[in-house]
């Protein structure tokens, strides 16, 4: 069983920056799959960013190419999520998720784990 847990959520100004963790705990993160998802007021939860563990291939939805980085360190067993230039439609709770073996990286169905998420909130 894995446990997630977020946090680094928080109020920011527009153009500034934000990183999410996720921690977990139960398992070590070398055979997962990470992935950040969102949901906005009022809106369906989206895809945001994942990652194979290992780095070596990310994803990211088209809204946050070039400003958003996931990134892992397995030594903390931590996943993040480093937001910069961020803009007042980014305002959403960010989940992490975890997922083991084979799957697609944008579809939430294909994630096992998930963490009860932070609040990130953009400021115009």
């Known amino acids: 069983q894995v446990q997630l847990v977020e946090s680094g959520g928080g109020l920011v100004q527009a153009g500034g920056s934000l990183r999410p963790s996720c921690a977990a705990s139960g398992r070590t993160f070398s055979s997962y799959a990470m992935g950040w998802f969102r949901q906005a007021p009022g809106k369906e939860r989206e895809f945001v960013a994942a990652?194979?563990?290992?780095?070596?291939?990310?994803y990211y939805t088209d809204s946050v190419k070039g400003r958003f980085t996931i990134s892992g360190d397995s030594a903390k067993n931590t996943v993040y999520l480093q937001m910069n230039s961020l803009k007042p439609e980014d305002t959403a709770v960010y989940y992490c998720?975890?997922?083991?073996?084979?799957?697609?990286?944008?579809?939430?169905?294909?994630?096992?784990?998930w963490g009860q998420g932070t609040q990130v909130t953009v400021s115009s």
């Open positions: 990652s194979s563990w290992s780095g070596g291939n990310t």
């Open positions: 998720a975890a997922r083991v073996g084979d799957g697609n990286y944008y579809r939430q169905g294909d994630y096992d784990y």
